[in-house]
């Protein structure tokens, strides 16, 4: 089975993914550690990178070729970043979408980042708006348009347990369908 887990910074894509592959045994591979390496590999902090990516598209269509690759060729995986439902929209069973109220997202990044929640508030809406757009303009996504997910979870009203909680019971759910013969439902399919 695959699992994609996406939504914007600090939406708990990481603590979810992270859980609930140990959870399920199953491999996790996350879009934002390849980003923040690729950051780290040109000395650059991921707010810089996102800028430079707006000039440079070959950065994203790498982090997405990346992503579209490893979904096609693993199974058992929970597979995390911003567009991992998107691209891996054929081959996902699960698509997963987190979000929370940015004061609640840059309060998390803050503390995780050791930085003034003002400064992650400003960076976490910067961040999304320079994403949002290369979303668009690459792909012709809109990151706002949440119609391909088979489950959105707003992680400010559950912690990360009670997030792993209902996403496992949404697994179990899935695969007693799977067994009684039903298909799952598709999502829109987009090619890259």
């Known amino acids: ?75 058992d995986l929970v597979l995390e970043s911003r567009l991992a439902g998107w691209m891996a929209s054929d081959h996902a069973d699960l698509k997963l979408w987190l979000d929370a109220p940015v004061a609640v997202r840059a309060d998390r990044i803050a503390q995780r980042e050791n930085k003034p929640i003002e400064q992650a508030k400003t960076e976490t809406r910067e961040r999304g708006e320079s994403e949002a757009q290369r979303y668009q303009e690459y792909y012709g996504i809109d990151i706002d348009d949440l119609s391909i997910y088979d489950l959105a979870i707003n992680t400010a009203r559950w912690g990360p347990q009670g997030v792993l909680s209902v996403v496992l019971h949404a697994v179990e759910s899935y695969d007693q369908n799977s067994d009684e013969g039903k298909a799952p439902v598709e999502g829109v399919s987009y090619d890259f």
């Open 1 to 75: 089975m695959l699992i994609t887990v996406s939504g914007p910074a600090g939406s708990g894509k990481s603590t979810l993914a992270e859980s609930l592959a140990d959870a399920l045994d199953y491999e996790h591979v996350s879009g934002g550690d390849i980003f923040r390496s690729l950051a780290e590999e040109r000395d650059m902090t991921p707010l810089e990178l996102n800028k430079q990516a707006e000039e440079d598209e070959e950065i994203d269509l790498d982090l997405d070729r990346r992503l579209r690759t490893i979904s096609r060729d693993r199974d």
